[in-house]
């Protein structure tokens, strides 16, 4: 069933509350692919309710160029959904989520400092705060978010455990094409000759983690990395770095859960993308 005002929302979710039902919530911008499916398949195995919503959130683009061309494919989202069991989608119109008078932010620090919130300013403080929201329109128990934003989830996390939200969160792995690009809705724009050179970005985070992992000088590897998506075609790095992975500070500390994380352009589109960097058993 799609669902466009809180008013219908509450009633459906009331409704389901009433009868002790368990609600699993999906976030998502649309554009959907195989990545999203996954999470709505981990969502309907576990829960009694799945709510996907579909919202492109303007307060988390640093751009009004990269809003207005963030894809929007409502028709085959909804074709995509239509056999996987999804109770709701919840597609709002911006005027419900943002009404007039619209004055509350949530800023996460720490996690949310470095990387994406170094480089997309009040990125993450969009994000946490539609997701704040979306956790209280839908009463959600839990809720699924892809490791492809891997940030962001600890973001999320973060403020979950600091706001003591009665919502459960779960990161699902990856999906990935055969070639390694992880799946995104901004691989659409990419032209055909930046798509076959895309799959140098999983490439070179692998040969880094894996380097890493051996024993070998991580300065070395990044800088061969580097070296290997200009080779490659990348117009540009801002960055490939290791992080702690739950608080997101530069690390390189393998006892922890080391990350690896990148961002990088290729043919104008910005991908990003991380591994983890785990030493062998
Ligand atoms: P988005 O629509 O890009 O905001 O993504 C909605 C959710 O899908 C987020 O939790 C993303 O992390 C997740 N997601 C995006 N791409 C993938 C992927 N390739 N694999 C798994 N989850 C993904």
């Not at 990387?115 to 539609?130: M, N, Q, S, Y």
């Not at 094409?177 to 970005?201: I, T, Y």
């Not at 117009?235 to 490939?240: A, G």
Request: aromatic letters at 6%.
């Amino acid at each position: 069933m799609l669902i466009t005002t809180l008013a219908d929302l509450h009633q459906q979710v009331a409704a389901w509350k009433a009868k002790g039902e368990s609600i699993g919530l999906v976030p998502t911008m649309g554009a959907l692919h195989a990545g999203h499916l996954s999470l709505v398949h981990a969502a309907r195995a576990e829960c009694d309710r799945v709510i996907v919503t579909i919202f492109v959130n303007p307060t988390q683009f640093n751009s009004a160029q990269d809003l207005a061309s963030y894809p929007r494919t409502e028709a085959a989202d909804a074709a995509l959904l239509a056999p996987l069991g999804v109770d709701v989608i919840f597609a709002p119109a911006p005027d419900q989520v943002y009404p007039a008078g619209f004055a509350t932010q949530i800023t996460v620090s720490g996690v949310a400092d470095p990387l994406e919130g170094a480089l997309r300013p009040g990125h993450f403080a969009g994000v946490a705060t539609v997701v704040a929201k979306l956790f209280g329109m839908t009463q959600a128990d839990r809720a699924y978010f892809g490791q492809k934003d891997w940030q962001q989830l600890q973001v999320v996390h973060r403020m979950v455990a600091d706001l003591n939200m009665a919502v459960q969160v779960i990161g699902c792995d990856t999906l990935r094409e055969a070639d390694g690009l992880a799946m995104s809705s901004r691989n659409a724009r990419l032209s055909a000759q930046a798509r076959a050179a895309a799959p140098a970005l999983y490439a070179a985070m692998t040969a880094v983690a894996a380097s890493v992992t051996a024993g070998g000088q991580a300065d070395n590897a990044l800088k061969a990395a580097r070296k290997a998506l200009l080779d490659a075609g990348f117009e540009r790095v801002e960055y490939i770095a290791l992080h702690d992975g739950e608080t997101m500070q530069p690390s390189t500390d393998l006892s922890r859960p080391l990350r690896l994380l990148a961002a990088a352009w290729l043919g104008g589109v910005r991908l990003i993308d991380n591994v983890a960097v785990t030493p062998a058993p």
